[in-house]
């Protein structure tokens, strides 16, 4: 119970920011209709109770499944064993990520049916299976973690020259959706448990980090592949909210339930069926333990919930409201400042970034500190909700002025910069662009784009996701530069006073 209240707490500080930024909005620039802003009231309660026990439960289930499934790994001596387990584990947790169906579906709409919403989850879980693999023999056979994101990201633009700008950007997107609340603690605990197994303790720390970000890149290129079989150079449809209107308060959380509700369940079954075939063959952990691990899935998944139901039915509308609200003012600076301001406190509120800025605090020892690596991962996402207001307001701009530039910047700095950071730094990506980016992040960039006439609704919604994922890379890989030259000016000065 004090383990439950302490996680409540957190979350509170975390979620009311975003809570008293709108509610500022409501009473000043953009009123909201007194039902919605009900509905968002108690959305945000949903939110803190949900995510609450979302975190809970992963801490007693999925972060100690993770870690078995690590340990077992590495103590098989049979690579391709270690690699279809890795692939398979993947390709099951990204099938079933809500966060990926949602996209999926809209990319569905989007495409006018060209891509069904099967064929973009398939494609999308490959990738990010073989990736997964990838990430689990580079921890095996002690690969630099910078070397593999050059050679991966080195094909992701040679295959971006062959594919349209719109499947570009929903690739980059689906990258940040595959990474949501359920995927992110559980391949940061399998991370963990396999890099565990290193006897050098400097590398098992360094190790620790990255496996996220490695598995990203493979939404990317699943995507890529996906489009040099089935063309979409003319790309059509509407992105449609699924907000239900009953009348009533509480009529869209009523109508959201049973959706969220099955698609959670579809989510966790792979997982909870992973466990317990590997309890039989693998793990053996005791009886309690492994009760324990089944009561912390159940957790997960009501906390999972209530969580979804609250974002989805509260959040949505009353972003798109705020954000052709301020959009219609033709002031741009306005605009960006506001986006800059959504994307500091809304991060605050993404569950995987709970569980990664803690892992980063307890895998170092305390020497990386989690309200740091937070305060730099709001500023990061803060700039890119920034910039993509930005390109909203001004026709010229294009995503790819933003992509091309920011990875060649964040692989540059991945050779320089303490190799922990470069796995914190890209994990941190990857975590960055959760339920609550993806949904009010999204939702208010729509608002905003169907404001302006020069705006196109479809083309500047899709890639505000991958601008969120991008940036983390940039600004946590700087705050490595900062770490390292304290370092360094310590050092100098304790052979100074040696001397």
């Known amino acids: 119970m004090n383990v439950l209240l302490k996680k409540l707490k957190e979350v509170v500080s975390a979620v009311l920011p975003v809570v008293i930024l709108v509610v500022i909005l409501n009473f000043t620039l953009t009123p909201v209709p007194n039902m919605l802003m009900l509905q968002f009231l108690i959305g945000a309660l949903a939110i803190i109770i949900g995510l609450a026990i979302l975190l809970f439960g992963i801490e007693m289930g999925v972060l100690p499944f993770g870690n078995n499934m690590g340990k077992t790994f590495l103590k098989s001596n049979n690579l391709w064993y270690v690699l279809i387990i890795s692939f398979l584990l993947g390709f099951f947790i990204n099938i079933a990520e809500p966060d990926l169906q949602v996209l ?261 020892s305390g020497y990386v500190k989690r309200k740091t690596v937070l305060f730099t991962l709001s500023i990061g996402v803060a700039v890119a909700v920034g910039l993509s207001m930005l390109r909203i307001a001004v026709p010229a701009i294009q995503l790819w002025h933003y992509l091309l530039p920011g990875f060649i910047i964040a692989l540059a700095l991945s050779f320089v910069v303490p190799k922990i950071f470069v796995g914190i730094a890209f994990d941190s990506g990857g975590v960055a662009s959760g339920p609550m980016t993806a949904t009010f992040v999204l939702a208010f960039a729509q608002g905003a784009s169907s404001a302006l006439e020069h705006s196109n609704v479809l083309v500047d919604s899709f890639g505000v996701i991958a601008m969120v994922a991008m940036t983390p890379l940039i600004a946590l890989q700087i705050l490595g530069l900062i770490y390292k030259y304290k370092s360094q000016k310590s050092e100098v000065r304790k052979k100074d006073e040696e001397a």
Not at 276 to 304: D, E, P
Not at 316 to 322: E, K, L, R, S
């Open 104 to 364: 999926a579906t809209q990319v569905a709409s989007v495409t006018g049916g060209v891509v069904p919403m099967l064929l973009i989850l398939v494609a999308v879980s490959i990738g990010t299976g073989v990736t997964l693999s990838m990430g689990i023999t580079r921890i095996v056979k002690n690969i630099p973690l910078n070397k593999l994101f050059a050679v991966t990201y080195g094909i992701i633009f040679v295959l971006s020259m062959f594919s349209s700008p719109d499947m570009i950007a929903i690739g980059f997107d689906a990258s940040g959706a595959t990474t949501g609340a359920l995927t992110v603690p559980l391949v940061l605990a399998l991370s963990v448990g396999a890099a565990a197994m290193e006897k050098n303790s400097k590398a098992s720390e360094e190790d620790s980090f990255g496996l996220v970000g490695v598995m990203s890149t493979g939404a990317i290129l699943g995507v890529l592949v996906l489009n040099l079989f089935i063309k979409t150079d003319n790309i059509t449809g509407v992105l449609t909210g699924h907000h239900v209107d009953t009348g009533s308060v509480f009529g869209p959380f009523i109508a959201e339930i049973p959706k969220v509700a099955l698609e959670s369940f579809i989510a966790l079954l792979p997982v909870v069926l992973l466990l317990v075939i590997f309890q039989k063959i693998s793990f053996k952990v005791k009886k309690r333990a492994f009760a324990r691990m089944l009561i912390g899935f159940l957790y997960t998944y009501i906390g999972l919930v209530v969580f979804l139901v609250g974002v989805n039915a509260g959040f949505m509308n009353v972003g798109n409201i705020i954000g052709h609200g301020l959009a219609s003012y033709n002031n741009t600076a306005l605009l960006v400042a506001f986006g800059f301001l959504l994307g500091m406190v809304v991060i605050l509120a993404e569950p995987a970034v709970y569980t990664l800025t803690q892992q980063i605090e307890s895998v170092t």
